[in-house]
T-cell receptor
Framework: AQSVTQPDIHITVSEGASLELRCNYSYGATPYLFWYVQSPGQGLQLLLKYFSGDTLVQGIKGFEAEFKRSQSSFNLRKPSVHWSDAAEYFCAVGAKAAGNKLTFGGGTRVLVKP | GAVVSQHPSWVICKSGTSVKIECRSLDFQATTMFWYRQFPKQSLMLMATSNEGSKATYEQGVEKDKFLINHASLTLSTLTVTSAHPEDSSFYIC????????????FGDGTRLSIL
């Protein structure tokens, strides 16, 4: 069975500072990995995805994530946070063998201080 | 591209009524659509997987007679909450995908359902 852990429930970061959100997954085969962002009362927007190939993935809004198989991790990073990045971030794992169903982590709420 | 529209965005109704939520893929054909439920400050919980032209597959613990799903075309899936009660109040989100293994799910903006 797939599982995803986001160890940090809340993170507060100052505007302009760097951000790293942690994600660890458990899956028997090579998973598909995703990061989504959710603003209050909204649906989810895809930030980036990893299926195969280069383990450093570039996404929208200046985000990137690195797949580390040895650590079963897919951490999300942004060099300089903007106030508009305040939101809930979800890491998700999927697999073709699982019918492309996604398993989500518990989410990390990011607060941005002026 | 890859826009998913969900309607309505908010609905309030009396206990005992049925509520239908629509999920449409606007610019791609969605072989597969998913329905999720999200409680406040929690993650998404998959309710069911809907494939065009076939019966939905429900996750364990989800009542298929309570949550009726229809995926009659490649651009539309509906979720009907039958005889809704206050405990059915929640945020419901759909997603859609072409079904290709290298394509992500694209999400609608969600429907907030409040049962009085």
């Amino acid at each position: 069975a797939q599982s995803v852990t986001q160890p940090d429930i809340h993170i507060t970061v100052s505007e302009g500072a760097s951000l790293e959100l942690r994600c660890n997954y458990s899956y028997g085969a090579t998973p598909y990995l995703f990061w989504y962002v959710q603003s209050p009362g909204q649906g989810l927007q895809l930030l980036l995805k990893y299926f195969s190939g280069d383990t450093l993935v570039q996404g929208i809004k200046g985000f990137e994530a690195e797949f580390k198989r040895s650590q079963s991790s897919f951490n999300l990073r942004k060099p300089s946070v903007h106030w508009s990045d305040a939101a809930e971030y979800f890491c998700a794992v999927g697999a073709k063998a699982a019918g492309n169903k996604l398993t989500f982590g518990g989410g990390t709420r990011v607060l941005v201080k002026p | 591209g890859a826009v998913v529209s969900q309607h309505p965005s908010w609905v309030i109704c009396k206990s005992g009524t049925s509520v239908k939520i629509e999920c449409r893929s606007l610019d791609f054909q969605a072989t597969t659509m998913f329905w999720y439920r999200q409680f406040p400050k929690q993650s998404l919980m998959l309710m069911a997987t809907s494939n065009e032209g076939s019966k939905a597959t429900y996750e364990q613990g989800v009542e298929k007679d309570k949550f009726l799903i229809n995926h009659a075309s490649l651009t539309l899936s509906t979720l009907t909450v039958t005889s809704a009660h206050p405990e059915d109040s929640s945020f419901y989100i759909c997603s859609a995908t072409t079904g290709d293994s290298n394509q992500p799910q694209h999400f609608g903006d969600g429907t907030r359902l409040s049962i009085l």
